[in-house]
């Protein structure tokens, strides 16, 4: 085997060691200036270096932070267990607690609306969802024995929820408001202009058929119309989210928040009918004087 | 009857809660299929039927579409099983995905929709996931009495 041999000539050490002599002095005698030469010299090769650096110091801090932590974590080990043991029982009592105030919060403010509005409406827990994926509904436990019908409207004191489809003599199936194949008269309560509510296949509500000339504007609430059956004037559909205007359209539309969050609706009111006078019978045409 | 009402009361109140993107699988549509292809292409209509009409009452769904698609899918089921000597777990789940599609893209025609749901939106949020979680349900229903009964007998038996 051909071994290297690393060992320089004799004229090559000399020159090397010239050399050497030369930089020490070239410090002693012009250190601000060889140190300028060598800091810019070696700017490029130092940037090109600093990446694997940081990346092993990195690398390193990490293992450090770990280490740490873990050393640290040994000693609370059991004061952590008990700790937790603690924090679960308190979570769980916590959310016994919370949910028996929510469940009386919720009563207490359907029990409120109840006697603030009319007297003629029904209460009826949700006890379900539609059985098939096409159409967003929920299913009632009150249904024909209780006066339910279908194209009753579905409300809670936020607002409304939907309006019923079908009935049994038990349970009821209500459209809500976030379907697509819902349709509930609006109006915008600043500006006046009336619609037609939609739900989208986002989940939430559009309003549909908005005069160009409209100011509506996002922020805007948007109410029940009062002109179809099923709910009276004034009840809380939404809030504007979004106006689109379509070039060349002959309406706008308006994207809705909807007032009611559909998924997390537990209890509901059914309006009956005759109950409120629609929208044709307030307006009534004038009786003929005699 | 008591399938039937377990069929409807698991998909209308459990189901909703393991939904996957909100979409839940068609319980009434694995039932059917699983009787049609086992019990015959009449027993796999009635029980369509029945079904299809159960689960419409809570349901936005009209009844009849609801219980001509799942008795066409019993019976269709019958007419398959029919055919087949021996199904094996995995011809089951891509058959089931494949009619579970099928009914899903009929659907919508059926229905009547919305425009906004179109053929395309129906396809990716609804109709596909749909299939893919019928299938696995199937294939499991399937994997789990075929593991405990001698099906193949039984079915040989009860067709003959």
Redesign the interface.
Same mark, same amino acid.
């Given at each position: 085997m051909r071994m290297v041999n690393f060992r320089l000539s004799y004229s090559a050490r000399r020159v090397a060691l010239a050399l050497a002599v030369i930089l020490v002095l070239g410090f002693l005698l012009l250190p601000g200036q060889l140190q300028t030469v060598f800091q810019t010299v070696g700017s490029p090769f130092g940037w090109i270096v600093s990446w694997p650096l940081q990346a092993v110091a990195g690398i390193h801090d990490r293992i450090a932070d770990v280490w740490s932590q873990y050393m640290a974590l040994q000693g609370v080990e059991e004061d952590n267990r008990q700790l937790r043991r603690e924090m679960d029982l308190l979570q769980e009592q916590n959310a016994q607690l919370r949910e028996s105030a929510a469940a009386t919060e919720r009563l207490a403010a359907l029990l409120e609306f109840k006697k603030q509005a009319l007297s003629t409406l029904v209460a009826a827990q949700v *006890?379900?969802?539609?059985?098939?994926?096409?159409?967003k509904?929920i *299913?009632l436990n009150k249904g024909t024995s209780d006066g339910l019908q279908s194209d009753q409207g579905v409300i809670t004191p936020a607002g409304v929820v939907g309006r019923i489809?079908?009935t =049994?003599s038990s =349970?009821a199936?209500v459209?809500l408001l976030t379907?697509?194949?819902n349709a509930i008269a609006g109006l915008i309560q600043r500006t006046r202009d009336e619609g037609i509510v939609?739900g989208?296949?986002h989940g939430v509500a559009r309003l549909k058929y908005i005069p160009l000339l409209s100011t509506a504007r996002p922020g805007d609430r948007v109410v029940t119309s009062g002109l179809v059956g099923g709910f009276p004037r004034g009840l809380a559909i939404g809030t504007i989210s979004r106006i689109d205007k379509e070039d060349e359209a002959l309406f706008q539309s308006a994207e809705l928040s909807p007032e009611v969050d559909p998924n997390r609706v537990e209890e509901v009111l059914v309006i009956l009918p005759s109950l409120f006078p629609t929208e044709g019978e307030r307006l009534g045409a004038p009786k003929p004087k005699s | 009857m008591a399938l039937i009402a377990a069929i409807?009361s698991i $998909? !209308?109140?459990l189901l %909703?809660h393991v939904s996957l993107w909100?979409?839940?699988p068609?319980l009434?549509f694995v039932a059917v299929c699983l009787i049609g292809l086992f019990g015959g292409e009449l027993e796999g209509l009635l029980v369509g039927l029945a079904v299809g009409w159960a689960? !419409?009452?809570? !349901?936005? &769904?009209d009844v009849l579409s609801?219980a001509t698609i799942k008795g066409a899918v019993g019976f269709i089921a019958g007419l398959a099983g029919r055919q087949v000597a021996y199904l094996s777990p995995a011809v089951l789940v891509v058959g089931l995905l494949a009619i579970s599609c099928l009914v899903g893209l009929i659907? %919508?025609f059926a229905?009547q929709?919305?425009a $906004? &749901?179109n053929w395309w939106?129906a396809l990716w949020?609804?109709v596909l996931p $749909?299939a893919a979680l019928d299938a696995i349900i199937g294939g499991a229903v399937y994997w789990l009495i075929s593991s405990h009964f001698r099906l193949e007998q039984w079915v040989s038996e009860y067709r003959i």
């Amino acid at each position: 085997m051909r071994m290297v041999n690393f060992r320089l000539s004799y004229s090559a050490r000399r020159v090397a060691l010239a050399l050497a002599v030369i930089l020490v002095l070239g410090f002693l005698l012009l250190p601000g200036q060889l140190q300028t030469v060598f800091q810019t010299v070696g700017s490029p090769f130092g940037w090109i270096v600093s990446w694997p650096l940081q990346a092993v110091a990195g690398i390193h801090d990490r293992i450090a932070d770990v280490w740490s932590q873990y050393m640290a974590l040994q000693g609370v080990e059991e004061d952590n267990r008990q700790l937790r043991r603690e924090m679960d029982l308190l979570q769980e009592q916590n959310a016994q607690l919370r949910e028996s105030a929510a469940a009386t919060e919720r009563l207490a403010a359907l029990l409120e609306f109840k006697k603030q509005a009319l007297s003629t409406l029904v209460a009826a827990q949700v *006890i379900g969802r539609d059985t098939g994926n096409w159409y967003k509904t929920i *299913i009632l436990n009150k249904g024909t024995s209780d006066g339910l019908q279908s194209d009753q409207g579905v409300i809670t004191p936020a607002g409304v929820v939907g309006r019923i489809v079908k009935t =049994t003599s038990s =349970t009821a199936v209500v459209l809500l408001l976030t379907d697509p194949n819902n349709a509930i008269a609006g109006l915008i309560q600043r500006t006046r202009d009336e619609g037609i509510v939609e739900g989208t296949t986002h989940g939430v509500a559009r309003l549909k058929y908005i005069p160009l000339l409209s100011t509506a504007r996002p922020g805007d609430r948007v109410v029940t119309s009062g002109l179809v059956g099923g709910f009276p004037r004034g009840l809380a559909i939404g809030t504007i989210s979004r106006i689109d205007k379509e070039d060349e359209a002959l309406f706008q539309s308006a994207e809705l928040s909807p007032e009611v969050d559909p998924n997390r609706v537990e209890e509901v009111l059914v309006i009956l009918p005759s109950l409120f006078p629609t929208e044709g019978e307030r307006l009534g045409a004038p009786k003929p004087k005699s | 009857m008591a399938l039937i009402a377990a069929i409807v009361s698991i $998909q !209308s109140v459990l189901l %909703p809660h393991v939904s996957l993107w909100g979409v839940k699988p068609d319980l009434g549509f694995v039932a059917v299929c699983l009787i049609g292809l086992f019990g015959g292409e009449l027993e796999g209509l009635l029980v369509g039927l029945a079904v299809g009409w159960a689960m !419409s009452l809570f !349901s936005a &769904q009209d009844v009849l579409s609801a219980a001509t698609i799942k008795g066409a899918v019993g019976f269709i089921a019958g007419l398959a099983g029919r055919q087949v000597a021996y199904l094996s777990p995995a011809v089951l789940v891509v058959g089931l995905l494949a009619i579970s599609c099928l009914v899903g893209l009929i659907t %919508p025609f059926a229905l009547q929709l919305n425009a $906004q &749901q179109n053929w395309w939106w129906a396809l990716w949020t609804i109709v596909l996931p $749909q299939a893919a979680l019928d299938a696995i349900i199937g294939g499991a229903v399937y994997w789990l009495i075929s593991s405990h009964f001698r099906l193949e007998q039984w079915v040989s038996e009860y067709r003959i």
